[in-house]
């Protein structure tokens, strides 16, 4: 198993010999360059992404060709557009490699297959779950009861590789301001 995977799973569940090379076959290494996408809107997504390395940006496009960020994936997380992966329909999202980036890919039927083969693997994942609805809300919550000031500020002290890595398009996005804005929030820091 990836050594990034394994320290992943620490402590939070025991895998027999067998289970692990069963998630080392399941899991598939996988490089991205910059920019490239992965997933295009409207297809059906078949993978979880585990970051070894790099980032990965869920995003939308509206019908003018504007892009949403929803989500950012780094080092160590697991990330898809969700509602398509479960659902098995198309994705309202895309997924895009923001960095070069080094992955495991986890598909669907490969997923199932752990949950139902692995011990403890269900809650794992359920656990993960939940921490990740927990994030969504608060970033929503954030976006709607915070100004930018704000969400910048706890943008810096909570996810500051966010404004270290990633082009100010990208993160004037993800904060739900324009590139201007973001700009005066960082001069006044």
């Keep these: 198993m990836h050594p990034a995977l394994k320290k ?6 025991n ?7 069963l998630i080392d076959r399941c899991f598939k ?3 991205t360059k910059r920019n490239e996408i992965l997933v295009e809107k409207g297809s059906i997504v078949k993978q979880i992404f585990f970051v070894i390395k790099g ?3 869920i995003f939308l496009i509206d019908d003018e060709g504007n892009e949403s960020t929803r989500f950012l994936i780094f080092e160590n997380h697991f990330g898809t557009a969700f509602p398509s992966f479960i659902l098995q329909q198309p994705s309202l999202a895309a997924i895009q490699s923001l960095e070069p980036s080094e992955l495991l890919v986890l598909n669907y039927a490969d997923r199932q297959k752990l949950m139902d083969e692995v011990p403890g693997w269900e809650t794992m994942y359920r656990i993960g779950l939940e921490q990740d609805y927990i994030a969504a809300i608060q ?3 954030s976006l709607i009861t915070m100004d930018s000031k704000e969400r ?3 943008l ?3 996810q500051p590789e966010i404004i270290q890595r990633l082009p100010g398009k990208i993160v004037a996005d993800y904060l739900g301001v324009s590139q ?3 700009s005066r929030l960082k001069s006044k820091k």
């Excluded at 992943?8 to 569940?13: P, S, Y």
């Excluded at 895998?15 to 090379?21: G, I, K, L, N, R």
């Design 152 to 154: 910048y500020q706890i």
């Design 55 to 57: 980032c990965l940006r």
């Design 139 to 141: 970033r929503i919550e």
């Design 29 to 31: 290494p996988k490089s």
């Design 156 to 158: 810096m002290q909570t």
């Design 8 to 13: 992943q799973f620490e402590g939070k569940i």
């Design 15 to 21: 895998f027999s010999a067998e289970h692990e090379q």
């Design 180 to 182: 201007e804005t973001l």
